[in-house]
């Protein structure tokens, strides 16, 4: 059975700015500018640890994902201070972003939940009246379109999306 191909949504530079500054919670904010900033899945986001984190050379390491594989992306300046005042408020101990879950639950391990990103990245598309279906993935593929728009070279983007094959990195060519 062949599977419907649709291509996927993607915001402007201007919506993630709208949807940045409609974070009610500066974790949330902190949150969906790591998932776009790096151009993260959800589960790499949920799974950083505060020492995957390198301020000094501007980097963020992904360890263990799809795959089974790491790959090291790069932090702007401006993610730095927001990561850094985001550590100092909330104080992390293990995970960058903590949930509260029921400690005694089967299978919690104390990381953010699934839901509550995704949770979090639809309440702000909505609070920043974005009419477009938003969701964790979306972020990601805005951030590889507009590094192609910006005219990073392909194979460059294949390397910091850590996809496995150019041809998944070049269906971005086509929007």
Known sequence: I??????????????????LQHAQLLKH???VGLLYGCGLRCM??????????????????????KGRKDRIVPLS????????KYIAAERPHHWLFTG??????????GRYSQRGVQ???????????IKKEVSVHTLRHSYACHLLEDGMNIV???ELMGHAAIETT??????
């Open 2 to 19: 062949r599977k419907e191909k649709k291509l996927p949504t993607v915001l402007s530079k201007q919506e993630v700015w709208k949807m």
């Open 29 to 31: 904010k902190i949150l």
């Open 44 to 65: 790499e986001a949920r799974s950083v640890r505060l020492t995957d984190l390198d301020f000094d050379r501007k980097q963020l390491h992904i360890k263990q994902s």
């Open 77 to 84: 300046e401006h993610l730095i201070r927001g990561l850094k």
């Open 100 to 109: 509260t879950g029921n400690p005694e639950g089967k299978g919690f391990d």
């Open 119 to 129: 949770w979090a990245v639809k309440r702000m598309a909505t609070d920043a009246g």
């Open 156 to 158: 460059t983007l294949k």
């Open 170 to 175: 070049m269906e971005y060519l086509h929007l």
